[in-house]
């Protein structure tokens, strides 16, 4: 599976915005289903932004459940995790992680991992971790006025307002994975 964009030889994540997609809105999101702080949209124009994920895109990928990379559907996939987040106790439920970034295609995500310098040394590092995801859910943080308010210029809070800001994955159950699973996987799947 390839990358929606490439830059400079690079796949680009679908979900990554775009140097002219920089302006931030209120809007109605559908991923969502509620307002939320919205960028603009123009993916592919100027430079991709790594690092800085796509508003609506970040959404979608996690409420619809596409991937990073390649943004086709996840569904009936092995899902991948590659996230800094760690696993944490969550009540009656045992360990979940809370992550922002997107899952990923198995495939998609041992691409990433040879593209992408940052995630080869963090993985290496034992900062970034590699799961291989059987059951999680999805969350959306709601943002304070205030912060709202340094994003989008002129937006005047309401007390009832409750904005969305990036989605999250909630990882309930999944096996701890290392690059050689990931890319030993991915080559016996052309
Ligand atoms: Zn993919």
Redesign the pocket.
Known sequence: ?MAAHTYGGVPVPYTVSWSAEEAFRVDRCPHANRMAICHEVAPGQGKPQFGKPHSQRQREAIADDL??????T?RNKTKVSLSHARPRANGAEGLAILQVEPL??R??AATSLRHCPSLKRDVAAGTVVIRQVNRHRVQFAIMSSEYVGTLVPGYQAKSEDRIAGHAKVELLRWVDRDAAWLLRTAEDRP
């Open positions: 599976m991937c990073d990379l390649c943004g086709r996840l990923l295609h495939q998609c």
